[in-house]
């Protein structure tokens, strides 16, 4: 059975996008493909590697990537952490599902489109390098903890069936979280 396809977006691919493509293939790369993109490659932030290298997932291979190199390829799931009332996300043709960060008052517009506010950019924090390092961790826990209750509840693989160890609230078309 082939894996499922995972994108990350965000609009550098230095930081969020890179830290989110690192945590979901450290904790589900087994069952899925993962990769990461942006509308505007930077260089991928040296505190992203080293937060990441904090908890013994190592980045430092990573490279930016432009949404062009996946240009006329089909993902399972497009998932976009960046966006905030400054900058707009990018959009990517050629996912089943997207979603994005939840806004505490996130509602549904449609079936697979949910409206969202993206994290916080760490890159673009103005402080001391003990405060953007702060910054980064921050991020990356928030990223980890979000992307573990996405995968719970909407992205299980069809094979596995949690429903047993974690009740019955897990699966792609249950409204709760199985965190």
């Known amino acids: 059975m082939a894996k499922e396809r995972v994108l990350f977006m965000c609009i550098h691919n230095a930081a969020r996008s890179q830290m989110a493509e690192g945590l979901f293939r450290h904790l589900h790369g087994d069952d899925f493909d993962v990769y990461s993109a942006g509308s505007d490659p930077q260089k991928v932030d040296p505190l992203a590697i080293k937060c990441m290298g904090e908890i013994g997932i190592d980045i430092s291979g990573h490279r930016s990537k432009s949404l062009n190199e996946f240009e006329g390829q089909e993902f399972d799931y497009i998932i976009t952490v960046c966006g905030n009332p400054y900058n707009a996300c990018p959009f990517f043709a050629g996912g089943r599902k997207y979603f994005k960060h939840p806004a505490q008052n996130s509602r549904i517009l449609a079936p697979q489109t949910l409206v969202f506010e993206g994290f916080e950019d760490p890159s673009a924090f103005d402080g001391t390098d003990g405060e953007k390092l702060e910054l980064f961790k921050k991020i990356r826990d928030e990223l ?30 249950k409204e709760f979280s199985c965190k």
Do not use: V
């Open 144 to 173: 980890k903890e979000w992307l573990e209750d996405l995968y719970y509840s909407y992205m299980i693989p069809e094979r596995c069936n949690l429903s047993e160890e974690r009740g019955e609230c897990c699966g792609p078309n």
